[in-house]
């Protein structure tokens, strides 16, 4: 399930860091991201690793908030940084709804992902062998970022945001006079409303497709509460219960406790576990009840089925096939010459017979089947 498409800029955000950087002159290895969910511009800000949550709220405060104000919402992973008491309370007393994504599903925080990997290709570009200067280059490739079109938008951040592009050393020349903005304030707030009114249909049209998209194959399985289910055991989530290829890959059943929205349910995990208890809907299935399974032999047998019985001979005929009649006609041909025929030897008599041939010759019916096997009697 999607998140709620923003309404307006700077009220939706989503943060994450940058790590694993070359340590800087000035000391610094790694990038602070904050991105606005509706306009997608960004703001990039050089840290450490070490940066505990209250370092990381005084730069937000300094490099974001004095531009745009306190948030509605942040959507974050699950970082110690963004899980400690200090943080949850300082964002709780500003009345900021906190939004985390999960190891197994960080689509959630996809906004950031993206912008992180466009900033990597941008500092790329911009440092060449200068890597311990990278800080020095970041405010320019902020800005080259909040430059371009937006693909979900086809605006650039800037011209959501303050509705027109700032100026760059490649825009340095006359704007066609139908471009400049308004000077009246009414008309200006006016174009303002319009656009925000036609970024956010865009981004509902692109999340819709996204959507469309990502469901295509997907069935939709519904939980409620009192429910038994099976938990996936992700690899990267339940380390130590997949630690060998022929450990179980699914654990249960538990039983659903609370349901977060379509895609997210709360189970009765054990706390021995030592995971967050909340799980997308892709990692759990149906427990289904054994009971079928008494009558799975009654059922069962099929034609072409192996109904649980002896194995069949690999070498052995199916019975009806031309070679089976063919084998039946000679048998019978064989007994019944035994059972005329006279003794021609001394001491030769009928007692004298293959067990056999008195069995079939005691058999209404005669000849019934054979096998290319030797008849046991």
């Given at each position: 399930m999607p998140l709620p498409v923003p309404t307006s800029p700077w009220v939706d955000v989503s943060m994450d860091f940058v790590l694993g950087l070359p340590r800087t002159q000035r000391g610094k290895d790694s990038i602070f991201v904050v991105v606005d969910r509706f306009s997608k511009m960004a703001h990039f800000i050089p840290c450490t690793k070490t940066s505990d949550a209250t370092l990381i709220a005084e730069l937000y405060f300094k490099e974001v908030m004095r531009l745009h104000g306190v948030p509605r919402s942040i959507v974050s992973d699950r970082d110690t940084k963004f899980l400690s008491h200090f943080w949850v309370t300082l964002w709780k007393k500003l009345g900021t709804k906190l939004k985390y994504s999960t190891t197994c599903h960080p689509q959630t925080d996809g906004q950031t992902e993206v912008t992180n990997r466009t900033l990597g290709a941008l500092l790329r570009a911009l440092i060449k062998s200068h890597a311990k200067a990278w800080d020095l280059l970041l405010s320019h490739a902020e800005f080259a970022y909040n430059m371009a079109p937006s693909k979900t938008t086809g605006l650039s951040p800037?011209?959501?945001?303050?509705?027109?592009?700032?100026?760059?050393?490649?825009?340095?020349?006359?704007?066609?006079?139908?471009?400049?903005?308004?000077?009246?304030?009414?008309?200006?707030?006016?174009?303002?409303?319009?656009?925000?009114?036609?970024?956010?249909?865009?981004?509902?049209?692109?999340?819709?497709?996204?959507?469309?998209?990502?469901?295509?194959?997907?069935?939709?399985?519904?939980?409620?509460?009192?429910?038994?289910?099976?938990?996936?055991?992700?690899?990267?989530?339940?380390?130590?219960?997949?630690?060998?290829?022929?450990?179980?890959?699914?654990?249960?059943?538990?039983?659903?406790?609370?349901?977060?929205?379509?895609?997210?349910?709360?189970?009765?995990?054990?706390?021995?576990?030592?995971?967050?208890?909340t799980f997308n809907v892709a990692d759990l299935s149906p427990y289904l009840e054994d009971d079928h399974l008494s009558n799975l032999r009654a059922n069962s047998p099929q034609q072409g089925e192996d109904d649980g019985g002896p194995p069949m001979d690999p070498h052995q005929e199916p019975q009806g096939s031309p070679r089976s009649f063919s084998m039946r006609a000679q048998v019978k041909e064989m007994v019944l010459a035994l059972l005329h025929q006279q003794p021609e030897s001394p001491g030769y008599s009928h007692m004298h017979k293959p067990g056999f041939v008195y069995l079939l010759e005691g058999d209404p019916k005669g000849v019934t089947s054979c096998t290319p096997h030797s008849l046991h009697a």
């Open positions: 800037f011209k959501v945001v303050y509705g027109v592009d700032p100026l760059s050393p490649l825009g340095l020349v006359p704007r066609p006079l139908e471009g400049k903005p308004s000077v009246e304030a009414e008309k200006r707030v006016e174009e303002i409303k319009r656009l925000h009114e036609k970024v956010k249909e865009k981004i509902e049209r692109s999340n819709a497709s996204y959507q469309a998209q990502a469901n295509k194959h997907k069935k939709k399985v519904v939980f409620q509460p009192g429910d038994l289910v099976w938990v996936h055991l992700r690899k990267e989530r339940f380390p130590t219960k997949r630690k060998s290829k022929l450990m179980p890959r699914a654990d249960g059943p538990f039983e659903v406790l609370e349901r977060v929205n379509d895609n997210a349910y709360k189970v009765n995990l054990p706390g021995d576990y030592g995971v967050s208890a």
